[in-house]
């Protein structure tokens, strides 16, 4: 908009367009904000349902295997070993059920922290066994 030394109203309708452009871009920027929430919200009930899923399948799944632990070949020792795997899932399935994405998330950090080579170690073979499946 260019000057115009005839126009007196020049100056008042260059404030009001601006004023209408600041309002249109709060309006958008408030628009995107609640929609972020919206999804946000949306990707949080879906990961917490997901989460309870998992936990009901892990636990599901040592029921079965302490039902048919006694039916394995190999013994005691075997038998053992199918008993603690299945106690091992279901204290995942526990930790699961009792504990949101943030706690895992903190706990993670933690487990990080006091173990660092391990993690670094962990994270090397979780990548390299991606890499593995994502280029198949």
């Keep these: 908009m260019t000057r115009n030394p005839l126009d007196p109203n020049f100056d008042e309708r260059?404030?009001?367009n601006v004023e209408n452009l600041k309002d249109r871009l709060e309006d958008v920027a408030s628009k995107a904000k609640d929609k972020a929430e919206q999804w946000s919200e949306s990707a949080s009930e879906t990961l917490d349902r997901q989460r309870e899923n998992v936990s009901s399948g892990l636990k599901?799944?040592?029921s079965t295997l302490h039902e048919k632990a006694t039916n394995i070949p190999g013994g005691p020792r075997a038998i053992s070993?199918?008993?603690?795997?299945?106690?091992?899932?279901?204290t995942t399935a526990s930790y699961l059920r009792e504990h949101d994405f943030a706690d895992m998330r903190d706990d993670a950090i933690s487990l990080c922290k006091r173990h660092p080579v391990q993690a670094l170690v962990s994270a090397v073979a979780f990548g390299f066994l991606l890499g593995r499946t994502v280029r198949r």
């Design 60 to 62: 599901r799944a040592a």
């Design 14 to 16: 260059r404030t009001d």
């Design 81 to 90: 070993a199918v008993h603690r795997f299945a106690d091992g899932m279901e």
